[in-house]
Structure formats: structure tokens, C-alpha cells
């Protein structure tokens, strides 16, 4: 309760205004959430776009290095970001996740589909960002052919192994290693697969927005989503081989829908 003077500040009203729009819910699920989901994903494009035009500055024609820059921010930029977001949405950050989520009973199908729009337009928003900082067009339509048989079994194979590694995490009771675990996979996998890993869906859309280093063609994006689809499938599968059962201790995400802390 404020008193006296602080009940009559105007500042007061707006800011109790603000908390309480954004705690609102949409089927069960606070705008805080959604909100937060785009906040993330906005971030992650950031660090993934921006630092691949960053990479073409400094190592210009080095495209091991390039990768090697590009991986090392994305993996780290992982961390920070899904300890920020976590605690407000679960930090998905990625369709497949939210949909894996709710197979697995950890939120509920209306959330998942709900985070879907979100984390596309944060995505695509942190591109937009992500060009306009380094002095392009604010959409500069990637022309990096990416569509081969290769590609498509290397995004099987990433997303398997990043679904397994979110949920084995979830159903063992290790939730608090997500973060550090997610980053640290993603940069290995840049490296060890043919397709540079991107894993998600959302991510796969928006680089298609920027032409620089890390960006995919349009045309391109059938190939990578459809492995990514089937790797998610596969990972998941692979889970419940291994963790029929989630571990009675671990924090339940019931109701917060989360995959990562």
C-alpha cells in the first residue's frame, strides 16, 4: 500500500498500471511470457547476425575464423540469454522446444502454440536490428545456398542432439545446466556439422533476412526446417528411451512451461 505523498504520484499509478497489463493472461499464459519469449529471440538474432557481419569485418576471406568468432558469441550470448529469460518464460527460444515441451506434458499445447508467433517475429526483429547496426538495409535477403542432402541430415542430427541434451537435462533434475550445457553444444556443433547447426526453426527464417556470413536463401529454408522438424522428433524419441521417467525431485515447469531454467 502506498501512503501519503507516493499515493498521489502519478509515477506511482503508471508503473502499478504497467505490472498489472503485463501479468494479464491469455489462456493461462501471462503476456510477461510471450513478451519474453520475443525479447529473447530478438537477442539471440542480435548476437547470431551480428556478430557473422562483425566476423566479415575482422577476418574478412577467413571463413574458419569467421565461424570460429560467430560460433564463440552465439555460445556464449546462449548462456546470458536463458539465464535472463528463463525465469520469465522458460526461455524456449525455439519452436521445436515449445512444441517438444508440450509432448512431453511440461506445458500445455495452447502455450506452445502461443510462444510459436513470438519467437518467429523476435527472430526476424533481432535480423532487422542486427543489419541496420552494421549499416545495411534493414532486410538484405541472404543469397547463401544452403539446400543439399548433407545439410539436411546435419540439421536431423543438430536438433536431435539439442532436444535430447534440453529434455535429458529436464528429466534427470540438472535443469540449472541448461544454459551453460545449450551454449557450450551449440558452439561444438557449428563446428561438427556440415550445416553450421542453426537448430531452430525461428532462427532458420530470420537469417534468411540478412545476407551476411551466417545467412540462409529462402530457398533454402524447406530443407532446413524439415531436418530440423524430424531431428526434433528424434530427439524427443531418443529421451524417452533413455529418461522413460523424469526424475520425481527435479523443480516441476507445470503451469511456467519451462524447458531450460
Not at 525479447?39 to 548476437?47: F, Y
Not at 547470431?48 to 555460445?75: F, T, Y
Request: glycine letters at 10%; a neutral charge.
Amino acid at each position: 500500500m502506498l501512503e501519503g505523498d507516493d499515493a498521489r504520484d502519478p509515477r506511482h499509478v503508471r508503473v502499478r498500471r504497467e505490472a498489472t497489463i503485463l501479468d494479464r493472461e491469455v489462456g493461462g499464459v501471462a503476456w510477461r511470457a510471450l513478451l519474453g519469449e520475443a525479447v529473447g529471440c530478438a537477442m539471440l538474432l542480435i548476437v547470431v547476425v551480428g556478430s557473422g557481419w562483425a566476423a566479415q569485418l575482422l577476418s574478412p576471406g577467413d571463413v574458419g575464423l569467421e565461424l570460429l568468432e560467430n560460433a564463440a558469441a552465439i555460445g556464449a550470448g546462449l548462456f546470458v540469454i536463458i539465464n535472463i529469460i528463463g525465469p520469465v518464460s522458460g526461455a524456449h527460444l525455439n519452436p521445436v522446444v515449445s512444441l517438444v515441451d508440450a509432448w512431453f506434458g511440461s506445458c500445455t499445447w495452447f502455450r506452445a502454440f502461443l510462444y510459436l508467433p513470438f519467437q518467429f517475429v523476435g527472430c526476424i526483429i533481432g535480423a532487422v536490428v542486427a543489419n541496420l547496426m552494421f549499416g545495411h538495409s534493414w532486410v538484405t535477403w541472404s543469397t547463401h545456398h544452403r539446400a543439399s542432402a548433407p545439410h539436411f541430415f546435419s540439421e536431423v542430427v543438430a536438433t536431435a542432439g539439442l532436444i535430447f541434451l534440453v529434455f535429458a537435462l529436464q528429466r534427470n533434475g540438472r535443469r540449472t545446466l541448461s544454459a551453460a550445457c545449450v551454449g557450450l553444444y551449440i558452439f561444438a556443433a557449428c563446428f561438427a556439422t556440415s550445416s553450421a547447426t542453426f537448430a531452430n526453426p525461428a532462427v532458420t527464417v530470420a537469417r534468411a533476412f540478412t545476407n551476411s556470413f551466417t545467412g540462409i536463401a529462402p530457398s533454402s529454408l524447406p530443407v532446413y526446417v524439415a531436418g530440423q522438424l524430424l531431428g526434433a522428433v528424434g530427439g524427443a524419441g531418443l529421451t524417452f528411451l533413455l529418461f522413460p521417467r523424469a526424475d520425481k525431485t527435479a523443480p516441476s515447469t507445470q503451469g511456467r512451461g519451462s524447458a531450460l531454467p
